[in-house]
């Protein structure tokens, strides 16, 4: 087997699971090893960022506290899963009493720091098993709200029933349940009728990769491992190289410069002198000339 370290922005299709296109792409490079950041449904599309090989053991370390997302719901309809894959359990024609001034005051009311439960289908755990596998028993539970954060919710277009938005949010939000509470607010419900990610931390879809893209191109995809973090940089001394491979705390000495912007708590990225990147580390403790940091994750 092949060895790739690295990341690839791939660009999820619809109609097949964020797993099937890591076993895809583990396919296509030749690798035992990769995972995804962040789950996107069957249904929807745009940006799955794989990490291969020892780069899964970067995902931690991404910063994905803001994802960026195209909505379309279909008002009036609701569905068990909250999108258009599920059973129908309610339809009404109540959208038709909406106007866009009407729809654009509902939004804003969802700006900010608010509570959301997550949808039966997902992949919550509750007492040991997934909340979908319950659902999938025909079982509902009771689920804990979650505070989430919508940064930004724009209207787009309006084609009642339907309409579309634009949504800024923090990881962990579920535009599926963004789509109930929005049709519950409306009084009309409202199920997710299709959606694609535009953004994941610093992936965007206009430099993600179709699947084709990989299998023809492969190994000129990948991105280094540290592509997606942004934590200041610390350069090794020659002699202090082999002390930060095998895990060991490192001081002021064991660097050729110090940048005095870091303070206590703050993570950051060793390199060698060549610029290669050999860990995460977790900066200790600092001032009265004291530096130490421990490594959170080595990579070589």
Known sequence: MSKHNGIINVLKPPGITSFQVVSRVKKFLNVKKAGHTGTLDPAAAGVLPVCLGKATKIIPFIPEDEKVYTAEITLGTSTDTLDAEGKVIDINDRWKLLDETQLSEVLGCFLGKIKQVPPMYSAVHHQGKRLYELARQGKKVDREARDVVIKDINLIEVRLPVIRMRVRCSRGTYIRSLARDIGESLNTGAHLSFLIRESSGPFVIKEANTLQDIKNKATSLI???????????????????????????????DFSGFDEDISADQRVLIYDQEGNFISVNKVISIGDKVFNCKPLRVFV
């Not at 592509?227 to 020659?238: K, M, Q």
């Open 223 to 253: 991105l280094p491992l540290d592509y997606p973090l942004h934590y200041p940089a610390l350069i090794l001394c020659d002699s202090s190289v082999k002390k930060a491979c095998n895990g060991a705390w490192l001081s002021e000495k």
